[in-house]
Each structure stands twice: as structure tokens, then as C-alpha cells.
């Protein structure tokens, strides 16, 4: 995804702009704010031992968002919070401050419309129905290259999946970009992993309080979430947290082998004071961005796993460590049938119809190589090492941009800000696409809570035989 230099999502950075009628939305952390643009609803007490948290009841669920999980200064790894009584019934969970991204504006015109920015981003919200008991959790992470995106971002209101199938959604928001992810000097690396293991870890102590069961718990990711779910399966620290995995649309096979690029990134980055302005940090991100592009496919998602630094394995020991997870961790791993398509220039924006047959092949070409290939040979070392693995395609249609990248999160977190957007048909409305994406929600909810997936379902899910 292509990266505008100079602009950005973040507290104190003079460019910073939207496309919402009050630009405030983008401001640092303002609780007043945040409490008036969220519903009124009932209250409810839920009694944890990280303390008593304060959430709301609407339509038969129980919503408690902004939780800390952890705390941690300018990178510095994750530490726990302290008990305390929390009221988690006013306010969304803070994105981590970072670059814009025109492409995913081109996808969702108002990716960010509830949320403010802060450094102070490690919160985790939950979703639960009332008065449920040893329900399956699921453990959304969201995507955008290790360098963009929110857990509580509007368009990933777990609601219906929540109401449907019963089960427990919890999303995790991390450090992106340089706050979480390029070591050097005085920066450790892998900080965005280390938070989800702490949120994990809350997760274990305290789910059970709102019906979840901790024993079980299935990580689902898209893009880089559905990456990081799969490196976090040979994480120190993470074993034992969770038991089944989702792995949506994850370009496996560009962290590897990339130990050139980080050192030009790193170069790129030099030393950045621990008490520098956070639009000074996203301005040298942009120039490492810049610096990493230049190494062709693999710098399109530059920041991420850091393999040899905590908490990970080194590169040659990966193979190892997979086999070693891979009879306790079943795994559900795909891509959508055309993931490329949203990363190249529109049709209409090429040679006309005549350009069509080009378009997909390349389309067709890049898919397979950045997510089909990867998918594949993972499903296969998981069954070689003794695991399940199931392989899947979405072939669901979806809007203007077709079956690409993204095009399944409108049928999983189905709401009101997908309705207009170039992910869905132009004569979808609501009810239509709550109703359209219930059999993959079911499916999904299936896998977390024994680990079945049902059968393909045409022109939705297709279900790849593994060789």
C-alpha cells in the first residue's frame, strides 16, 4: 500500500487532516468526546480479578471497551496493570498513532470516524452475549501492515458474529509501525507481538468473568493480524494461550529473508529521542518507508516479525519450532480467490476492456504468490508435523473492487459503515449483507468452537483439498 509522506493519524502533528466535518476526531485521547459519541446504554458490573469493570448491555450484549491490558513507556515491552475498577462503557480503545494509507481510504472514505490517537494504545475491548457460560473466545487482530488500523474501528463491530453464534469476541489494539516493530540500539524489536501476548495473558486471567471459557481460545487475523496469528504460534510466552488458529489473507512468505531491507531501514530510521514528538517518529517512518520500498515486494509490508529477537525463534530454527506447536493448534488458513486486485490501479484507470485479460493474470499471478503459494506449503508443513490444517478461498463477489484483499470483513463484522464503500454491492443494503455473510459467521464460530468448517458453500467458501 502506497504510503503520502508528511501525513498522518496522530496527537500534535501540524498536517494532520480528515475527512470528517470535525477534524478533533484525529486529536489525542479525549475522554469527553469519546463518552458523548458512545450510545447510552444499561450498565452492568462484571467482577474480574484484574477488578470490577463497568460495562454496557445493549440487545442482549455486553460491550466493555478500552480495557487496558498493559502498559509501557516509548519502547518499552509491555507490563502489567495494576487491579483496579475500570469503567469500560463510555469510551473505544485508541488507535495507535500512524500514516495514513490512500488505499485503505479508497476502500472505507472514514476508516477512523469514532477513534482518537494515542501511544497510550494497548487496550482490548470485549463482546460477549449476557449471561453466557464457558462460551468459545475469539481474539480478533486486525490488519494493515504492521503499520495501520485499530481493534475497535467501526467496521469491525463483531456484533452480529457475537449475537449469532455465541461465542466471546475480544480485539486487541497494539503498537504499529516504528512504536512496534523495528529494532535498533536502545528499540527492541517485535514490541506489537509482545503487547498481544500481554492481552492474551489478560484474556486467560479475566474472559471467564464474561462468560468465555479460557481453555478455549482461537486467534483470527486478517493481513498482518492473520500473519502475526501465525507467528504467534512459536512465540515464547504465548504457549498454552491460545488453541486454534484463523490465518485470513496473510502474505507469509514476506517477512522471510529480509535481513538486507532491515538494515537499510534501520540506517534510515537512526536514533530517535525516547521523548521526540510523535509526528517527529511518524515522519522518519515515512522516510523508512520510503527506504524499504526500494526492495520491491517484500518492502509493501516492511515492518513486522523480527525473527531472533523475543519473542520469536531465528529464521532457520521456524521449521522446528512449527512442528513442534502443530499437533495442538488446529489451523484455518486462506485468501480470497483475487487478493491482488485491490493493490493495483483500477480498470478503468488502464487501457480499457482491451486491458481486462492482462489485469487478471497479473492479478491471478500476484495472489498466487503472495498468499496461495504460502498458504498452501503452511497447511502442508502443519499436516507433515501432525496438525490440522484446513485451506480455504472466499469467492464471494463483493462490491466494486471484487473478490481482493479485504473483501471478507464486510461478511464478518457486518454494519453500517461497509454500506456505500467499493467492498460491497451498491444495492446491499444492511440487512442484506447482516443476512449474505451469516453462513461464513457460522463457519468461522464453528472452527473456534471444535474446530469443524462445515462444506464448501459456492460463490461464498471454497474448501481446498490439501495434497
Known amino acids: 500500500m502506497e504510503t503520502v509522506a508528511g501525513s498522518a493519524y496522530g496527537p500534535n502533528y501540524p498536517e494532520q487532516r480528515s475527512r470528517l466535518s470535525d477534524p478533533a476526531a484525529y486529536s489525542p485521547v479525549e475522554p469527553e468526546r469519546n463518552a458523548a459519541m458512545m450510545p447510552r446504554h444499561e450498565r452492568r458490573l462484571v467482577e474480574t480479578p ?3 469493570i463497568l460495562a454496557r448491555m445493549h440487545d442482549g450484549l455486553i460491550r466493555a471497551t478500552a480495557i487496558p491490558y498493559a502498559r509501557a513507556g516509548r519502547w518499552q515491552p ?21 500514516l495514513r494509507i490512500p488505499r485503505l481510504e ?27 457460560r ?44 516504528l512504536l512496534g516493530w523495528l ?15 500481554a492481552a492474551l495473558r489478560w484474556i486467560s486471567r479475566n474472559i471467564a468473568s464474561f462468560g468465555g471459557d479460557p481453555g478455549n481460545v482461537t486467534l483470527f487475523g486478517q493481513s498482518s493480524g492473520g500473519d502475526m496469528a501465525a507467528r504467534l504460534m512459536v512465540a515464547d510466552g504465548a504457549e498454552g494461550l491460545f ?37 517527529a517518529v511518524l515522519a522518519r517512518q515515512s522516510a523508512v518507508l520510503r527506504a524499504a520500498r526500494r526492495f520491491g515486494l517484500g518492502g509493501q509490508m516492511p515492518f513486522g516479525p523480527e525473527f531472533g529477537l523475543a519473542p520469536f525463534p531465528a529464521e532457520p530454527e521456524l521449521k522446528a519450532a512449527h512442528a513442534a506447536v502443530a499437533p495442538r493448534l488446529p489451523v484455518l488458513i486462506g485468501h480470497t480467490r483475487d487478493e491482488a486486485a485491490l493493490f493495483l490501479p483500477p480498470p478503468e484507470r488502464l487501457l480499457g476492456r482491451l486491458a481486462d485479460p492482462a489485469r487478471r493474470i497479473v492479478v491471478s499471478a500476484l495472489t498466487s504468490r503472495l498468499y496461495g503459494h504460502p498458504a498452501r506449503h503452511f497447511a502442508w508443513r502443519h499436516m507433515a508435523a501432525g496438525g490440522q490444517a484446513t485451506r480455504f478461498v472466499i469467492e464471494w463477489g463483493g462490491g466494486a ?26 444495492e446491499m443494503d444492511l440487512d442484506e449483507l447482516t443476512r449474505t455473510g451469516a453462513a461464513l459467521r457460522r463457519i468461522w464460530a464453528g472452527f473456534a468452537r471444535n474446530g469443524v468448517t462445515g462444506e464448501t458453500l459456492p460463490g461464498l467458501i471454497r474448501f481446498v483439498p490439501q495434497p
Not at 473505544?92 to 500512524?98: E, K, L
Request: hydrophobic share 40%; net charge negative.
Open 401 to 426: 473492487f471484487g473478490r481482493a484483499h479485504l473483501s471478507e470483513l464486510p461478511l464478518l463484522f457486518p454494519g453500517p459503515d461497509w454500506i456505500g464503500t467499493p467492498l460491497v454491492p451498491e
Open 243 to 279: 488453541h486454534r488458529v484463523i490465518i485470513q489473507s496473510a502474505p507469509l512468505a514476506l517477512p522471510l529473508g529480509r535481513s538486507r531491507m532491515r538494515r537499510a531501514m534501520q540506517r534510515t530510521a537512526g536514533e530517535i529521542a525516547t521523548d521526540a514528538p510523535v509526528g
Open 50 to 52: 484484574s477488578g470490577r
Open 134 to 177: 464457558d462460551l468459545p473466545v475469539m481474539v480478533w487482530l486486525h490488519g494493515g501492515s504492521y503499520e495501520s488500523g485499530a481493534g475497535d474501528m467501526a467496521v469491525f463491530d463483531p456484533a452480529a458474529l457475537v449475537r449469532e453464534q455465541q461465542v466471546i469476541v475480544v480485539a486487541v489494539t497494539y503498537r504499529l509501525g
Open 183 to 197: 529494532s535498533d540500539g536502545g528499540r527492541p524489536g517485535n514490541l506489537g507481538a509482545l503487547d498481544v501476548i
Open 78 to 98: 509491555p507490563q502489567p496493570v495494576e487491579a483496579a475498577d475500570r469503567d469500560a462503557a463510555k469510551g473505544w480503545s485508541p488507535a495507535c498513532p500512524q
Open 106 to 132: 479508497a476502500a472505507l472514505p472514514d476508516p477512523f470516524g469514532q477513534l482518537s490517537f494515542d501511544e497510550n494504545c494497548l487496550n482490548l475491548s470485549v463482546t460477549a452475549p449476557s449471561g453466557g
